[in-house]
């Protein structure tokens, strides 16, 4: 039997996709042989009956030729503007990019620039970065820049390696004293003299040092939004959440939405402090809200950051941290620091933020990567649900490092747990973590299966351009299910007892992220009334063996029964 929204009639379908198995992700209907659109909508899912009832002669006909069909992804932390302001105009590092690699690309880029042209771009993956931090690679920097400022991004986005020409446009000086931040620092030698590292705070000045160089802001903005949105369209994305959205990053989605050059449906997080760029944020910037809206932007949630990463020990833990393998001079064998990380909010402060979220009818998106700060973050949650009930949606976003007392409070209190970037397999920066945090974190790092099973809603995001160069959804698919790297450089497995099916898995990528986002309404799942984004693939997910499923290709993307990517050419296998 099929679902459609209403009889045929006589208008018929603009548009009939056939040829593959369709997953749908509606649990009334969770498999058909073919579906209708009209006027960007699903019309009718079902068999080939069903749609051939209301193709008519001006009807196009997309005959897939096997594969499968499914609703576009659905991606519910990324940085959509910075991403596409570095895949469209900046250096890129491969994450493998060793010390010298990374200066060879930096002279490379260098020579094609002007004298105050910067050299800005990522990642320098957490192994490297920690490795830097004294006078010989700050030397090295100056030399290979050529004179140019550099600014060059870690793979958490939290931290960035400068060079001393970027140093002396941010005023940074020798001395302890000598221009202090706050959220943040300078990492200096034992003489007070910087070493061309910046921790937290001070990375958003460079990020502003380097903004105000650039040429025509608006367009370049605009191509960013484009080159970004390109980029998920290419892995099946159609719906985003950015993590951070100031208001000049809004207005550029807004305008290309208005235009008819949007091709995926983004949900913006407004910032409750300045992040990465200057303008207004807070109370501010969450008024202004309403009206920066459109068909398929939603100016929705509010941002807010309760702590750091923990690579660089600016996560807040219950438990302390590790002694230091990175500090000057070491610490004693098997001293345990007391030191648990500092967080950025107090419980007041906390209050506050998401009373003035709620009571604007905006949700509530925080990022909290350690134990200590998504207990902080439930508790005020709870506070909330106490004053306002049900309504207003709540993210913890890295939920990585969650005390088992805590998993059942995100159901209770109705948490979604945004589970980014993908990190939950043997990877580079979890080495890092492990140096940093005490064992029994690692034997529970990121516990998306309890999660699951306590009944909390697991939604999936990349965090691009965070820890990966690109958003790849089909090896964050595969790995929540294996837990393990699909390259043989990283073996074993990561927590495996956390691992989840596949069909949860998609799930998080899919309807539970849409709903997360507040767009269930509309995308998601492929069902009658529904915005007709849908994705082919060049193979049936669970037709393959799940260690494939890294290497699958996305045929086509559909956005608003739009044709918005086509791949034309075979994916090489990865590893």
Not at 298 to 323: A, C, E, I
């Given at each position: 039997m099929s679902s459609q929204v209403s009889a045929p009639g006589s208008q018929p379908a603009d548009l009939v996709v056939r040829g593959s198995a369709v997953y749908t992700l509606d649990p009334g209907r969770p498999w058909a042989d073919a579906f209708a659109v009209r006027d960007g909508t699903v019309?009718?899912?079902?068999?080939?009956?069903?749609?051939?009832?209301?193709?008519?002669?001006?009807?196009?006909?997309?005959?897939?030729?096997?594969?499968?069909?499914?609703?576009?992804?659905?991606?519910?932390?990324?940085?959509?503007?910075?991403?596409?302001?570095?895949?469209?105009?900046?250096?890129?590092?491969?994450?493998?990019?060793?010390?010298?690699?990374?200066?060879?690309?930096?002279?490379?880029?260098?020579?094609?620039?002007?004298?105050?042209?910067?050299?800005?771009?990522?990642?320098?993956?957490?192994?490297?970065?920690?490795?830097l931090g004294s006078l010989e690679s700050l030397a090295a920097l100056d030399e290979a820049s050529l004179g140019?400022?550099?600014?060059?991004?870690?793979?958490?986005?939290?931290?960035?390696?400068?060079?001393?020409?970027?140093?002396?446009?941010?005023g940074v000086g020798v001395g302890v004293a000598s221009s202090e931040p706050t959220g943040g620092s300078y990492v200096r030698d034992a003489a007070g003299r910087p070493v061309g590292l910046l921790l937290g705070g001070p990375s958003t000045d460079a990020e502003l040092a380097v903004r105000r160089s650039s040429g025509d802001v608006p367009e370049r903005d605009a191509r960013s939004a484009r080159t970004a949105v390109s980029i998920f369209n290419s892995v099946g994305v159609t719906a985003i959440q950015d993590a951070a959205t100031m208001g000049a990053w809004l207005d550029v989605f807004t305008a290309l939405d208005r235009a008819g050059e949007l091709n995926a449906w983004i949900v913006g997080s407004l910032p409750a402090r300045?992040?990465?760029?200057?303008?207004?944020?807070?109370?501010?910037?969450?008024?202004?809200?309403?009206?920066?809206?459109?068909?398929?932007?939603?100016?929705?949630?509010?941002?807010?950051?309760?702590?750091?990463?923990?690579?660089?020990?600016?996560?807040?833990?219950?438990?302390?941290?590790?002694?230091?393998?990175?500090?000057?001079g070491g610490t004693p064998a098997g001293h345990v620091c007391p030191f648990h990380g500092e967080g950025l909010f107090s419980d007041e402060e906390l209050l506050r933020l998401l009373e003035e979220a709620v009571t604007r009818g905006l949700h509530v998106k925080l990022h909290a990567t350690a134990d200590a700060t998504v207990r902080q973050a439930l508790d005020a949650i709870a506070v909330m649900r106490e004053r306002h009930g049900d309504g207003p949606l709540f993210h913890v976003a890295h939920p990585e490092f969650v005390h088992p007392d805590d998993v059942i409070r995100f159901a209770d209190l109705g948490v979604v747990a945004d589970a980014?970037?993908?990190?939950?397999?043997?990877?580079?920066?979890?080495?890092?973590?492990?140096?940093?945090?005490?064992?029994?974190?690692?034997?529970?790092?990121?516990?998306?299966?309890?999660?699951?099973?306590?009944?909390?809603?697991?939604?999936?995001?990349?965090?691009?351009?965070?820890?990966?160069?690109?958003?790849?959804?089909?090896?964050?698919?595969?790995?929540?299910?294996?837990?393990?790297?699909?390259?043989?450089?990283?073996?074993?497995?990561?927590?495996?007892?956390?691992?989840?099916?596949?069909?949860?898995?998609?799930?998080?990528?899919?309807?539970?992220?849409?709903?997360?986002?507040?767009?269930a309404e509309r995308t998601g799942r492929l069902s009658p009334g529904m915005s007709a984004d849908f994705i082919v693939l060049d193979h049936n997910l669970f037709d393959v063996p799940v260690e494939r499923i890294h290497a699958t290709r996305v045929r086509q993307t559909w956005f608003a029964g739009r044709l918005v990517h086509e791949d034309h050419e075979d994916r090489p296998d990865g590893p």
């Open positions: 019309l009718v899912v079902g068999d080939e009956a069903d749609v051939e009832a209301v193709t008519g002669p001006e009807t196009r006909v997309v005959e897939t030729g096997g594969g499968m069909v499914m609703p576009g992804l659905a991606d519910v932390h990324a940085h959509v503007g910075f991403g596409g302001q570095a895949a469209a105009w900046e250096l890129a590092l491969s994450p493998a990019s060793g010390v010298e690699e990374i200066l060879a690309a930096v002279r490379d880029r260098a020579r094609g620039l002007g004298p105050d042209a910067w050299v800005a771009g990522g990642v320098v993956s957490s192994p490297v970065f920690h490795a140019r400022p550099v600014m060059l991004r870690d793979d958490s986005l939290h931290n960035r390696w400068v060079n001393s020409r970027a140093l002396e446009i941010l300045e992040f990465v760029e200057s303008g207004p944020a807070g109370t501010e910037l969450f008024d202004t809200a309403p009206a920066r809206r459109s068909a398929h932007v939603r100016s929705d949630f509010v941002k807010g950051v309760l702590d750091g990463v923990p690579m660089t020990r600016t996560s807040k833990f219950l438990d302390p941290y590790k002694p230091d393998p990175f500090a000057p980014s970037p993908v990190l939950w397999f043997p990877h580079p920066m979890n080495g890092i973590i492990a140096q940093q945090v005490q064992d029994h974190y690692m034997e529970r790092i990121w516990p998306l299966r309890d999660l699951h099973d306590a009944g909390v809603l697991v939604a999936a995001g990349s965090d691009w351009p965070v820890a990966m160069p690109l958003p790849d959804p089909w090896l964050s698919i595969e790995t929540m299910v294996t837990r393990r790297s699909p390259d043989p450089a990283f073996p074993g497995a990561l927590a495996a007892d956390q691992a989840l099916d596949l069909d949860t898995a998609v799930r998080a990528h899919t309807v539970n992220a849409a709903l997360a986002m507040g767009l």
